[in-house]
């Protein structure tokens, strides 16, 4: 047995046993979300960008049994804690944060006005927690499925997707944009996508065979909090009411070109103005990498990884001691083509552009030299784009 299917086997198996320990029944359906990486693209997505970004073949399942009542329990085979709370009553809970993506898929349905099933569940995801890759997307699209199956509410992806960021935006409370959720519930296997989160469509990207994609995880405490990214985006919205005329809110820096801003980034507020160029700029960087991916043209993917990054430390602030590190840590690796962060920065991972044959090497030479640094250990793989979320036959 290939190792993939092998390793898929023993997910199945884990996952019978447990819920037979915790239930004493079988489940009856099987759910999976991916998680995602973004190629680039960071903090385009609330101001109306584009986005290249990509599912990675690390995933959510959630397996379960419907209930005749309005309870829901949730376990996790490999997060602490478990969720019970009625339909009726969903509230938050701090002490399992992770429970809260599964209460507030509930709540946001529920809200919707759909009369929801109670069921029994258990989570296990692949996705590594706090890395940037969306391991929190994962688990509201696969409760977001859950709960559609056992009640009987059809749904459009792009739909599941937009429930998946109301979970965050009004449930959680962190007011992100539609990156994460589009991509688990949209990705496209084998291919990354191009994002435009204005219109939320998107168009499957080709990456050349000589390129592999490698996540260069610091797996050190990650240092994000909700005010910086709210920090972020409120400059975002402040810059582009200012240089479009209009009430904020109702201005997204998608609208402003980069001559509009150089003739007036004077009169900005200089943070602002710093905030304003990164986004504009790394906009043209994204059409750009989709044309620079099916072609596989490493120099160009070299300067527009080395001006994300760039901007990313010095005009959008989000970098971290850790990162500085790991991109240090990449310096002499073989295979490397490109290297930027990975999801909204303040720490979590990379994401590097590899040769296809170097991916070992170079991983052991980053694993190395990270480590010799700073005294953590990487986690350091390469990822290919699997399908969007979705029913799984465990056979
Ligand atoms: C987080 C958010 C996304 C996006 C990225 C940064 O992942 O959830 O909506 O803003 O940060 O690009």
């Keep these: 047995m290939a190792d993939a299917d092998h390793l898929r086997a023993r997910r199945i198996e884990a996952l019978r046993l447990e819920f037979g320990k915790l239930y004493g ?9 991916p998680g995602r990486v973004d190629l680039m693209g960071s903090h385009t997505d609330y101001n109306d960008g584009f986005v290249a970004t990509m599912t990675v073949d690390r995933d959510t399942w959630l397996v379960l049994r419907p209930r005749p009542d309005h309870r829901v329990r949730v376990a996790s085979l490999n997060l602490g804690g478990t969720a019970e709370f009625d339909l009726g009553e969903i509230e938050r809970d701090q002490a399992v944060p992770w429970t809260d993506y599964v209460r507030g898929a509930a709540a946001v349905l529920s809200g919707e006005g759909h009369a929801l099933t109670g069921f029994d569940g258990l989570l296990h995801s692949t996705v590594p927690f ?16 859950g709960f559609a199956a056992v009640s009987g509410i059809s749904h459009e992806p792009l739909q599941l997707a937009l429930l998946g960021q109301r979970v965050e935006n009004e449930f959680v409370g962190l007011a992100c944009g539609i990156l994460d959720q589009y991509t688990s519930v949209l990705g496209t296997a084998g291919h990354a996508l191009l994002l435009d989160c204005r219109t939320l469509s998107s168009e499957a990207v080709s990456i050349a065979p000589t390129l592999s994609v490698v996540i260069c995880d610091t797996r050190a405490p990650r ?65 750009a990498l989709a044309e620079a991916l099916p072609q596989g043209d490493e120099e160009l993917l070299g300067r527009l990884y080395d001006a ?10 989000i970098g971290a001691p850790a990162m500085a590190a790991m991109h240090a840590a990449m310096d002499e690796a073989p295979g490397l083509i490109a290297r930027r962060q990975a999801g909204a920065g303040f720490g979590g991972c990379l994401v590097a552009i590899v040769h296809s044959g170097e991916v070992e090497a170079f991983a052991g030479h980053v694993t190395r030299e990270y480590h010799g640094a700073t005294g953590f250990e990487p986690s350091v793989f390469d990822v290919r784009a699997a399908l969007g979320a979705g029913v799984v036959e465990p056979g």
């Design 130 to 145: 706090g890395s940037g890759l969306s391991s929190s997307a994962a688990i509201e699209s696969v409760t977001l499925l």
């Design 308 to 317: 994300s990054w760039a901007g990313a430390i010095e005009l959008f602030e």
């Design 223 to 287: 240092q994000l909090t909700g005010s910086e990214y709210d920090e972020r985006r409120a400059q975002c919205e402040a810059g582009a009411a200012q240089l479009l005329g209009r009430p904020p809110g109702q201005a997204r820096l998608r609208d402003v070109s980069l001559e509009l801003f150089e003739a007036r980034a004077s009169e900005l507020d200089p943070v602002v103005a710093r905030r304003c160029r990164f986004i504009i700029e790394e906009n043209a960087r994204v059409l």
């Design 25 to 33: 029944v079988e489940p009856t359906a099987w759910f999976r979300a």
